[in-house]
């Protein structure tokens, strides 16, 4: 279902509906003109730009494929990146965890790709990073993302209030998260 990059292979899930692959260069114009939004911006931490441009978008795809595991990939309709996926590795005593993050484009949102996503990264992360547990921390008023992540099994473990600051207002942000036992097996797995 998926190869490592590490051996210069492309990682692919097929997921459906939608995919999640490796980066490529020629995703930049895709990934700018999503990304370029600031609806989508408002969701994502600050380190995202806005505006988005076509070299913002470059230097992003660089340093997904300069990963090493790599960590942050494509997500695709038809082959076409909408998106992105990724897990933020832990250290020291928390490298059983990964912080999960994700963004579609806004002309894909509430067709269940996000969901489909997130179901077949979370199945690939945990053996991949040896992983016990993945968590994911969006603000509490995004609620569409809230129920993607309990689609998919994440569990609500808290709220953490007033932990964010995002275009100038303080938020509250949840923290779901779903444990490596819980994950039903990739088939062939």
């Not at 097929?14 to 490796?22: A, E, H, K, N, T």
């Not at 209030?161 to 998260?177: E, H, M, N, P, T």
């Amino acid at each position: 279902m998926g190869d490592s990059n590490c051996s210069g292979l492309e990682m692919r899930l097929d997921l459906g509906v939608c995919g999640v692959r490796s980066f490529r260069a020629t995703d930049a114009e895709e990934l700018a003109r999503h990304a370029n939004n600031r609806r989508v911006w408002l969701q994502l931490r600050d380190r995202f730009p806005h505006p988005y441009a076509i070299d913002d978008a470059r230097r992003f795809i660089a340093f997904a494929r300069r990963g090493d595991p790599e960590t942050t990939f494509a997500v695709t309709v038809d082959d076409v990146s909408v998106g992105a996926i990724g897990a933020t590795l832990r250290d020291d005593v928390e490298r059983c965890s990964a912080e999960v993050g994700y963004w579609l484009g806004e002309p894909y949102w509430g067709r269940g790709i996000a969901t489909t996503a997130l179901a077949g990264f979370t199945r690939y992360a945990f053996p991949a990073y040896n992983l016990e547990r993945l968590y994911a921390v969006p603000f509490a008023s995004n609620t569409a993302s809230c129920r993607v992540l309990q689609r998919v099994g994440y569990r609500l473990e808290g709220r953490m209030r007033r932990s964010a600051i995002k275009d100038g207002k303080v938020l509250d942000q949840l923290l779901y998260a779903i444990l490596r036992e819980t994950v039903p097996r990739l088939s062939g797995s």
